[in-house]
């Protein structure tokens, strides 16, 4: 989804920009849909606290809240994922939870990417950088191109996964109300 060049590091940590006016540029246009990246996806991230907490308790949220304080997205999407295989063990796995785990985790990447890029580190070409890498022993700088355009694509990807959740948790809820598991 978001374009990648690596780049071998040399002694000190550096950033080609040879058009810093270009490079301003995209950043005009990118930087406001960061805050809408950031916006939807602790929205997504809200939801996901809310499916487990129904799922652990439809009396109250408190048993789930408990559970979940302190814990990472990822932490959270892997709790979802054991508790939505426990349910499927006795019911049929709903359309909507196909891919849902590794949606939810791709934009939990993605979002980390955009949040910890260094937004002073942007090129002509749109590419920020946003991480050191080991590969083969060396080391790399990574940049990942975070144009408009780009953002744009991520925002969707995020309305779409959000969607997901919501279809899964409707189908989920009508297997339970259909009787079509038994949970004690």
């Known amino acids: 989804m978001l374009k990648r060049k690596v780049k071998e590091f040399i002694q000190h940590l550096g950033h080609d920009i040879e ?15 960061v805050g809408l990246v950031v916006m939807y996806f602790n929205t997504l991230e809200k939801s996901v ?15 789930g809240l408990i559970i979940l304080q302190g814990m990472h997205y990822s932490g959270k999407v892997d709790l979802l994922k054991r508790l939505s295989d426990a349910f499927h063990s006795c ?11 590794e949606s939810l985790l791709e934009v939990g990447r993605l979002r980390n990417i955009v949040v ?3 937004w002073q580190n942007t090129d002509e070409e749109g590419f920020t950088f946003a991480r050191i890498k080991m590969s083969d022993k060396i080391l790399q ?3 990942a191109q975070l144009s408009a355009e780009a953002l744009e694509k991520l925002l969707g990807k995020i309305r779409d996964v959000h969607f997901q959740l919501s279809d899964y948790h409707e189908e989920r809820g009508n297997l339970l109300s259909y009787g079509k598991c038994h949970i004690e």
């Open 116 to 118: 910890h890029a260094d």
């Open 91 to 101: 019911s049929t796995e709903p359309p909507a939870y196909r891919g849902l785990v």
């Open 141 to 143: 700088q990574e940049y």
């Open 19 to 33: 058009d810093e006016e270009a490079a301003e540029q995209y950043l005009d246009e990118s930087l406001p849909l």
């Open 49 to 63: 606290d809310s499916v487990i907490c129904e799922i652990i308790s439809d009396r109250s949220d408190e048993p």
